[in-house]
């Protein structure tokens, strides 16, 4: 069974550092784009990041400057550096990757369970 695991998250004050893991395991035949989601209270889900497999990066100007995602394909892990955080970067983070399993035709998007970063004083 194919799973995605983030992992990283916590309570960090304005102006401070978070690095979030996301990992993909299981029987997993490849992986194609992989990237960050945020959902905040009262707010619908926004793109945070995106990396291609060849390594094309995506990120929205709210968080562009401040933000870094990466990957190794060899660990089939990405990454999300968040420098300078704010207040308004309170959410839960998502990580999401389109995975082809082993046993399936297709690539699907799958989803992790989320971890929670809070930024406050």
């Known amino acids: 069974q194919v799973q995605v695991v983030e992992?990283?998250?916590?309570?960090?004050?304005?102006?401070?550092?978070?690095?979030l893991s996301c990992a993909a395991s299981g029987t997993i035949f490849s992986i194609n784009a992989m990237?960050?989601?945020r959902r905040a209270p009262e707010k619908q889900r926004?793109?945070?990041a995106a990396i291609?497999?060849?390594?094309?990066?995506q990120y929205p100007a709210?968080?562009?400057?401040?933000?870094?995602?990466?990957?190794d394909n060899a660990k089939n892990t990405v990454y999300l550096q968040m420098n300078n955080l704010k207040p308004?970067?309170?959410a839960d983070y998502y990580c999401a990757a389109d995975?082809?399993?082993s046993s399936a035709p297709n690539y699907v998007r799958?989803?992790?369970?989320?971890?929670?970063v809070t930024v406050s004083s």
């Open 7 to 19: 992992s990283g998250g916590g309570l960090v004050q304005p102006g401070g550092s978070l690095r």
């Open 35 to 37: 990237a960050w989601y």
């Open 46 to 48: 926004e793109l945070v």
């Open 52 to 57: 291609t497999y060849g390594g094309i990066l």
């Open 62 to 71: 709210s968080v562009k400057g401040r933000f870094t995602i990466s990957r």
């Open 88 to 90: 308004e970067d309170t």
């Open 99 to 101: 995975i082809r399993a």
């Open 110 to 116: 799958y989803w992790g369970q989320g971890t929670q």
